[in-house]
């Protein structure tokens, strides 16, 4: 009788690849190191005697017994229900596995492999209704299962970093069209490999994201007009990935009583790291009375000055004088000052005069290719603009290698 231990932490999907991995699919029985177990243990109780454990141990060197980890899969294979095992299977990654096979009653040998990854290219497309995660929802649930349909929408909203505010400017009746290279995995694991293109409708108006790795370039991301994507602001203060719910509201009424109220806010968990937008120096950074608790302020090459308000605590370069980078954390979310729940209060002032990041960054471009790189990009976006525009689904097979 075959003996099978359901074992907290395999899933029936882990069992079944490994299955899947013996042609002959003798018996096996699947078992999973806890925590605190030792590989003598895990390995005696797959009916292993002392002689046999000291062979495997001997055999397998890569495993060091003292640095195992609980959750360790391992499986043992047999000719049949009533002998011992020959052979052992360690999943030691996702994508690599560990087989100690036994030679004779003396010898066991080692051999590791790694699973493939493969990787094909899906067409995606969405409708808005609130957000970006709802947009990518419907189509990208059968193409991008579990947290990978999240990864989707992150790495959608990353390459529109420098353009597009993905917590406040989507509205409903906004869509968006990817172009992805998806890596599907041992167990069904899904990757976004990366973005190859993109389109943005945000109120009518498209943008668009070719990738494009033109030789000596940071950019990887350009429109169509071949203007890289990236410019001297990110579009937001925080790392979209942090936003709480609650996207585009505005929650603390006692500022818009007080005066208008020409910031934006930014509803985020206390603590959530606070990034300078575009290079820049600090040019006020301590408590105001005036109701913006703790308060950053950086002057940027143009003559902008960002303002960051609310904050809990200052950040390693929010100090006056400081110079900044894009994306260095000048400080963390909070509610200091006047705020009845931790948020950031952003705004961007244009010649001292509070403007909204929207008409300030409205005309903020990217550098564009050199024209020597100009012929190869056209080609590559005429490409990526026909699978932009086929049905959502697999548009091209998996990629040998
Ligand atoms: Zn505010």
Sequence with gaps: MLAVLRVAGITSSTVGSLDDLIAEEPPTQPDTLAPGETLDLVLRRGGLDGVAVRQVVKAAPMIDPRRLRPGLAVEFVRANDSTAATEILFKLDIDHLLRVSRVDSAHWVAREEHLSWETDTVVVRGA???????????????????????????????????????????????????????????????????????????????????????????????????????????????????????????????????????????????GTPVRAIGDGTVVRAGSDPGGFGNVIEVRHSNGYVTRYAHLSRFGAKGRRGTRVMQGDIVGYVGMTGLATGPHLHFEILVSGRQTSPTNALRNVDGTPLPSGAKPAFDLRRSALLALLDRSPGVVRGLVSD
């Design 128 to 270: 808005v209704q609130t957000n970006l995660y709802d947009a990518l929802r419907g189509i990208g649930d059968e193409l991008f299962p579990g947290t990978s349909h999240d990864a989707l929408v992150l790495e959608v909203a990353d390459v529109y970093k420098f353009r597009v505010d993905m917590s406040r400017e989507l509205r409903t009746g906004d869509s968006v069209y990817a172009v992805v290279e998806r890596s599907q995995g041992p167990e069904s694991t899904t990757r976004v490999a990366r973005v190859l293109a993109t389109r943005l409708f945000v109120a009518g108006r498209p943008i668009e994201a070719f990738f494009y790795e033109a030789p000596a370039s940071r950019n990887v991301y350009y429109d169509a007009a071949g203007k890289s994507l990236a410019t001297a602001f990110l579009r937001s203060p925080i790392d979209f990935a942090r936003i709480t719910s609650g996207f585009g509201s505005r929650f603390h009424p006692i500022l818009k009583i007080l005066r208008p109220h020409r910031g934006v806010d930014y509803g985020a968990a206390s």
